[in-house]
């Protein structure tokens, strides 16, 4: 009968943590909502389509062209004849330069390179086929700081890969996030 009791109490206790756990975080969650906090919804676009125009063949430019048709927006390329009804494209987005630098910022006493900075920038403009301009002349731009070591050349050039995958994804995130906030 006491072993009983033991166990008794000692699932009601369990229990009892469970349901404070759960409440705690059920007032954690509302005192969320209360003060604004919202997940990112779809991003929706004032725009039926788009025309790229540039340097569309860059790395960001069919990261963008990708997240775009992801969305749902259909997207044409300069090769693309534009017909007479004017169906190829609302807008215009005229990439203007998408560059990656790797630049040396640090060396030791006798030369050898020990830190490096890598950027990458991204610069476009958007306008209606009518010439409007929506969005001016944009430039983002994106800085990572990375060791080097002569000793470990292939994971070094691995990572400078893996980061300037990590700053493209977040510079068609940016450029999303403008695209979806015009007209608005």
Do not use: H, W, Y
Not at 51 to 65: D, F, I, K, N, Y
Not at 79 to 87: A, K, L, M, N, V
Not at 156 to 161: C, G, H, N, P, T
């Amino acid at each position: 009968m006491e072993s009983q009791t033991v166990l008794f109490s000692a699932a009601r206790r369990t229990f009892l943590r469970r349901a404070g756990l759960l409440a705690l975080a059920g007032g954690a969650l509302g005192g969320l909502s209360a003060c604004g906090f919202k997940l990112r919804d779809a991003q929706t676009f004032d725009f039926e389509s788009v025309r790229m125009a540039g340097s569309e063949a860059t790395p960001v430019s069919v990261a963008l062209r990708r997240a775009l048709q992801a969305s749902g927006v259909p997207v044409f390329v300069s090769s693309t004849p534009i017909r007479p009804e004017g169906d190829t494209g609302q807008v215009v987005l005229t990439v203007l330069a998408d560059q990656r630098e790797r630049v040396v910022v640090g060396q030791t006493a006798v030369g050898q390179v020990r830190e490096l900075q890598l950027r990458t920038r991204f610069r476009f403009r958007l306008r209606t086929l009518s010439g409007r301009q929506l969005l001016d002349d944009t430039e983002l731009l994106l800085e990572r700081d990375i060791s080097f070591t002569e000793t470990a050349v292939l994971a070094k050039d691995a990572e400078e890969a893996l980061l300037f995958r990590n700053m493209q994804a977040d510079i068609v995130q940016q450029v999303m996030r403008r695209l979806a906030a015009v007209g608005r």
